[in-house]
């Protein structure tokens, strides 16, 4: 199958927004605070990779880490500004929006990052360069794969680590968490920098992937939607639904988008796409991993079992 | 006889609207005191008071000589006050130990030794048995000792308790007033704000009542039910013995 190059570039595309998913998740799912502006931080990775390579030559490894404390410190401070004047909850999502857009429009305009007609990296030379993360496409898959499989890894130790269980106690209620000694402030900043910082390493990987960087793409709206779908298809807040989420949704919308373009019907891949995430939030409203996990215990458990736990999730 | 926890003319207005009006009482270590009153005489304002949740007016809250009325919540936690709320907030999405596993993070960053904290807070109201259970299947009275045993991972001083018996059936109760009584035996100074007078008769050694805001009493409980003042507060004037 990965000699096919359609299917290599798909899986790359599905893992690094699995790796994405990934961050956002870690923000919502675990910290409980909502972001609908994680373009932003993708962007800031992918220029900052972008314009040190392009500009200067300077090797994407150095830019990853670049982009990751541009987008960490940027997403402290926005949270820091936020929770100190009280904006939280869906006004906090708002200002995530609003930061997000005043980034794009900033970058339309700047000359120096190539304003609305964006920046390109060389073609490849066909050579794998692993200092200068540099290859085929088969060598990004590679890369996509480990990011993804690093993404896991770091979620589930988070997860089981004392910020998991800090930031789950916040998310459910943080009152309550307070009273028990959380700081929340300083955990509610700890969490959306992290993700932020995770975000901008998966947009400078995209950016490589994809050769090149234009601000309505890379900081568009759309790319916020796209961050999230994985997560919210997959399962809010659990290891393997970003990458359950984006098996499902990304092959779906490039296979939609496929057959409107040939059956001529333009935008079928985001009416699929609405129609997926309804479906989901109406019949599945936990994510397609929850759901997995509930069926296989159900076929060990007997059938009572099995009602039991349908009529608690329904509650 | 050492105290714990100083309140000195504490008092907190919300608009035109006087909730605590220059209350003071102080809390000895080691024993348990109950904050009563009828409904709306600001005993949970009190409540909040002392564990930071609202800030006062005027007046100050002193931990072993330390002021502590500026600090928010989680850093009164953290000085050795836990509270429970009245109406109970378990974490939803986590088991019974997972949830009195929480409060053992304001002191460590191990998870085993906060696992191993959560056990033993547990183990002291009676629920270690339900350490796996999911928070929703748990009973009322057992959800309320959750609420106690999550605050006692905090390693607290002072344990504030927020109508734990409230909505609770006598048998229930008096399996609190069991847990209350070993805790305090075991040096926590505890404080209770409680509906049920009947119980704070039991478990408490000193009484503070309070009336539209302002306290009218404070002795042992015994005084305190002889009291005129504390009769009419709660019965309306002409019950006089």
Redesign the interface.
Same mark, same amino acid.
């Given at each position: 199958m990965l000699a096919n190059p359609y299917v290599i570039s798909l899986m790359t595309i599905v893992l690094l927004f699995t790796f994405l998913g990934q961050s956002w998740n870690l923000m919502l799912g675990i910290g409980g605070q909502l972001s609908i502006g994680h373009a932003l931080f993708v962007g800031l990775g992918a220029y900052s990779v972008g314009v040190l390579y392009v500009k200067y030559g300077i090797s994407p490894w150095v830019g990853l880490l670049t982009g990751m404390i541009l987008a960490g410190s940027v997403g402290a401070s926005i949270a820091w500004l936020s929770f100190r004047f009280e904006v939280r909850g869906i006004y906090f999502a708002l200002l995530t929006i609003a930061a997000a857009e005043f980034a794009r429009i900033m970058f339309s305009g700047w000359e120096f990052v190539g304003a609305m007609q964006g920046l390109f990296f060389p073609a490849p030379t066909g050579g794998i360069e692993i200092s200068m993360l540099r290859g085929d496409a088969r060598f990004y898959y590679f890369v996509a794969l480990a990011l993804a499989a690093l993404g896991i890894i770091g979620t589930e130790f988070i997860s089981r680590s004392y910020l998991g269980y800090v930031w789950r106690a916040m998310r459910d209620d943080e009152s309550a968490a307070r009273a028990l000694g959380v700081r929340t402030f300083q955990h509610k900043i700890l969490v959306i920098s992290i993700s932020a910082a995770t975000a901008a390493a998966g947009g400078g990987v995209l950016a490589l992937v994809q050769g090149s960087i234009f601000p309505d793409s890379i900081m568009g709206m759309g790319l916020s939607v796209d961050v999230l779908i994985g997560p919210v298809v997959g399962g809010l807040g659990t290891t393997f639904g970003p990458l359950v989420g984006s098996l499902a949704a990304i092959p779906l919308n490039h296979l939609m988008s496929a057959l409107g373009d040939s059956l001529r019907i333009p935008g079928l891949n985001n009416i699929t796409y609405g129609v997926v995430l309804i479906s989901v939030v109406w019949f599945l409203p936990d994510g397609i991993w929850p759901a997995i996990v509930r069926l296989c215990k159900a076929i060990q458990a007997p059938p009572t079992a099995w009602l039991w736990q349908s009529r608690k999730v329904e509650e | 006889m050492t105290t714990l926890l100083e309140v000195e003319n504490l008092s907190r207005s919300f608009g035109g609207l006087i909730a605590v009006k220059d209350v003071s009482f102080s809390l000895r270590a080691g024993r348990i005191t109950a904050l009563i009153g009828p409904n709306g005489a600001g005993k949970t304002t009190c409540f909040n008071l002392v #564990?930071g #949740?609202l800030k006062p007016t005027s007046g100050r809250v002193l931990l072993e000589g330390r002021q502590i009325d500026n600090s +928010? +919540?989680?850093a009164v936690? $953290?000085m050795g006050i836990? $509270?429970t *709320?009245q109406i109970v $907030?378990p %974490? $939803?999405? %986590?088991s019974v130990l997972?949830n009195a %596993?929480?409060?053992a *993070?304001?002191?460590?960053?191990?998870?085993s030794e906060?696992r191993s904290k959560a056990y033993e807070s547990l183990e002291s109201v009676g629920l270690a048995a339900k350490a796996h259970a999911r928070t929703d299947q748990l009973t009322l009275p057992d959800r309320k000792m959750l609420e106690t045993a999550? #605050?006692l991972?905090?390693r607290p001083k002072l344990l504030l308790l927020d109508e734990v018996m409230a909505g609770l059936r006598p048998t229930e109760a008096a399996g609190i007033v069991g847990v209350l009584q070993k805790l305090a035996e075991g040096g926590l100074t505890i404080l209770l704000v409680e509906h049920v007078m009947r119980i704070v008769m039991e478990v408490a050694s000193r009484v503070v009542v309070l009336h539209h805001g302002a306290k009218i009493a404070e002795g042992p409980p015994g005084e305190v039910v002889a009291d005129p003042k504390v009769l009419e507060s709660y019965l309306g004037a002409g019950f006089h013995a």
């Open positions: - | #564990a #949740a +928010p +919540p989680e936690c $953290r836990a $509270r *709320f $907030r %974490m $939803r999405e %986590m997972e %596993m929480i409060g *993070f304001s002191w460590t960053r191990n998870v906060a999550k #605050a991972s905090t």
